[in-house]
């Protein structure tokens, strides 16, 4: 009964349970750390996944992480630093002894060996390179030379290849036989004679095949190869269109160099997401919680400037409008509503269009339809909310006039927000801006200036 009730709870944990680190866990280890228990800070990490360590590391402050390190000395793994952010990363690196540092990435593939070399200062970068066979570094300082967020860099080198004559049994035997195969892979690529790739085969076909079946008779209906120059965002947005597993790469005479599996396409895609929301933030594309005051004061600042030229030109606007505010002291209380109001609807239309910007489903064959349900939403919304402050106008201030004023106002501004909010982007876009980056300002800037103008330039004509 007991074990019952036991096997219940378990099964009723949350994915949080299951999944995050808990504070207990973190506790413990921080225990051992303080006792300097190096064996029971091994038992107590040894279950852990790599990217559970990694949460751990970018937890705690940098004294006890510095402890945790040297006392888990040559127990540090490898897959440990890819799971890492950035620029804790630099830090652990700093603090791990070169030998711990040799040990923890002989075994990484060499994608990964690439990714941790890119963030190393020269001696460093040596000193790995040193320890690595000579095959294996001069696959590492190829991908090296290429553009930095390219292909090239994504990909491993690691690549199970086949003539694309072979049969079944053939590929069977060559994998049994193989003492290099890499320690996860999802195809065979075939390739020509010319060591062109021209095909992929599952390995679940491979296996479901009979041996003397032909591997070309039994390819993948989808196959998309990559250049080892082509962009890494557009590697990660041909992997989630077309649902790839694994593409191979290859160079400029077309011969096959590697290939880039879905683990690293999705961790570009996560990559350029979340510097898309941080851009639209404004608060740099490389912000993270474990930045320092400076580094974060230093990102968000020039923004917080960008934003305060916006609000000095909405306040010229305002200031031609200094006697009739002086007036009609209500337009003074009213105008925020309406800016605030153009600049939240401006920014759901501009979210849209930088995420559909992003994912490229806004294009040059539906940007106008886009563009009129924008401004027609736009419109419905400003009617459905000008009835409600032109009604709060007449019973806040009873006059009739300021509510038609500010209802008339209100669509205005909703109109020209979602115009705004879908326009500017695809303006930047064509200029070569990126569009997370820029059109925050210039979206925030037209609808207050608009919002005010409308407001103020409205309640001139109709009120005094």
Not at 307 to 328: D, G, M, P, W
Not at 343 to 365: E, P
Not at 425 to 451: N, Y
Request: include cysteine; proline fraction near 3%.
């Amino acid at each position: 009964m007991a074990e019952t009730k036991l096997q219940t709870e378990a099964e009723t944990e949350t994915p949080e349970q299951d999944y995050a680190l808990s504070r207990e866990d973190v506790g413990t280890i921080l225990a051992c750390v303080e006792a300097g228990d190096r064996d029971s800070l091994v038992t107590a990490m040894e279950d852990l996944h790599a990217a559970d360590i990694a949460d751990l590391l970018e937890q705690i402050d940098a004294p006890k992480r510095e402890k945790v390190i040297a006392l888990y000395g040559k127990e540090f793994d490898g897959e440990i630093l890819t799971e890492l952010d950035e620029n804790i990363r630099e830090e652990v690196l700093a603090v791990l002894s070169p030998q711990v540092l040799v040990e923890a990435v002989r075994d990484l593939d060499s994608d990964d060996v690439v990714d941790l070399l890119e963030d190393l200062e020269e001696p460093q970068q040596e000193a790995i390179l040193d320890a690595l066979d000579d095959d294996d570094r001069a696959v590492v300082e190829q991908s090296l030379s290429y553009p930095e967020t390219s292909a090239g860099r994504l990909m491993q080198r690691e690549v199970v290849m086949a003539p694309d004559h072979w049969t079944v049994g053939e590929a069977i035997d060559f994998l049994r036989a193989s003492d290099d195969l890499p320690e996860q892979f999802y195809h065979i690529t075939l390739v020509d004679p010319r060591m062109k790739p021209v095909a992929n085969v599952t390995l679940g076909k491979l296996m479901g095949s009979r041996r003397e079946v032909l591997l070309k008779d039994i390819v993948e209906g989808t196959f998309h190869v990559m250049s080892v120059t082509q962009d890494e965002a557009d590697v990660a947005y041909a992997f989630n269109q077309y649902h790839l597993i694994s593409a191979p790469v290859v160079d400029e005479e077309e011969r096959l160099v590697g290939t880039i599996t879905i683990d690293d396409a999705m961790i570009v895609l996560d990559e350029e997401h979340e510097e898309d929301i941080l851009r639209l933030a404004g608060v740099g594309e490389e912000s993270s919680l474990s930045d320092n005051v400076m580094e974060t004061t230093k990102q968000r600042l020039p923004w917080l400037a960008v934003n305060l030229v916006t609000a000095i030109l909405a306040s010229l606007v305002i200031a031609q409008f200094e006697a009739a505010i002086a007036q009609v002291v209500a337009l003074a209380v009213l105008m925020p509503i309406v800016a605030s109001m153009g600049g939240n609807a401006g920014t759901q239309s501009l979210t849209v269009a930088v995420r559909a910007l992003a994912t490229k489903d806004l294009t040059g064959a539906n940007v106008w339809r886009v563009i009129r349900r924008e401004c027609i939403v736009g419109l419905l919304n400003g009617v459905v909310f000008a009835v409600v402050m032109g009604i709060v106008g007449m019973v806040w201030f009873g006059s009739p006039a300021l509510g038609y004023v500010i209802a008339t106002a209100m669509v205005i501004n909703l109109v020209v927000a979602g115009l705004a909010g879908t326009g500017i982007p695809i303006i930047l876009e064509k200029l070569k801006v990126d569009p997370a980056l820029a059109s925050g300002a210039f979206v925030t800037t037209v609808t207050d200036v608009v919002g005010f103008f409308a407001f103020l330039g409205l309640a001139v004509i109709v009120l005094l």
